[in-house]
């Protein structure tokens, strides 16, 4: 018999079927890859402007995937007020997460650096565990729990980053990159081929 | 439900049987978890066929239990599903018919 529980696990299903499309993953593996890019030690605009493209472009594969990819092949749902209540956090610490990337991108490019007085180890045990935060923040709400991995490796790169005056920082964050996007794609590739999609004219008659 | 002859027995309550069958049980407990879904969704989550899916939610409908609303998404056409007062309230009174039927049952 249907219990609470039972309720709760059937919702945290189809909570969890949104996840399989890969999109959240490409989305933080090109974010890394952008940001990886930008945090290069090279002053040319050519650079900083791919990082930055990388990461709007971070955003439109998520968009356009969900419309062309998931939607078409899994169906859409409107989840209860429990849920969506989880969504808004959600919602709120990504738009802040965005907003902070881009900051910093653009503090790196006119040499803002960190506050020079703070040993850098400190300060990249800072950057560290606000990363950590953020994304630890999101992965509990969104009950996703490969976004604590990609979370973790944003962070170390990030520390990394602030406290070594190399850029083992920025490639660590490129290479975190590079392996987070090729995981979304094989997730994507996977999920494509598990629910193919149906013919329109399948979907919308006789009911 | 059969009834047990037993004059003594508690009485059954009764069962809805439009809910109590399998794949209709499936399709509201997915119903009832979310605010609303499309016809599209609903059939990846319970695997039905789509002319399962298309009979049952077409009894559950005429039952009162599922609003079926065609609207229109970047001019394609989009069907979504969600329960109705009553169809909570009917799945509401289904689980705690048969919490007491089971619980009713004699101890091994």
Redesign the interface.
Known sequence: MATNTDFQRIEKKVWASYFQDGLWDLFMGLLMLGMGITALTDERPAVYATGFAIIALSVLVFSIGKRLITYPRIGRVKFGFYRKKKQRKVMIIVGFCVILGLFGSVMGYFGLTPNKELPDAIAALIFGIVFLAIFGSMAYFMEFNRLYAYGLLLAISMALEVALDSSVGSFTMLVSGAITVFVGVLITLRFMRKYPRLVRGDLDSDV | MSETGNESAPPIPNIDRIVHEPARLMIL??L??????????????TELT?GNL?SH??KLEDAGYVS?E?EFLSK?????LRLTDEGRSAFGQY?QS??QV?DELPGQ
Do not use: G, N, W
């Not at chain 2, 394609?76 to 979504?80: A, D, F, Q, V, Y």
């Open positions: 407990a997915h009832y978890v979310v605010e609303s879904a499309d016809f599209l969704f609903l059939m990846r989550q789509f298309s939610l077409s079926i065609k394609k056409p989009h069907t979504m689980r048969m919490k089971l």
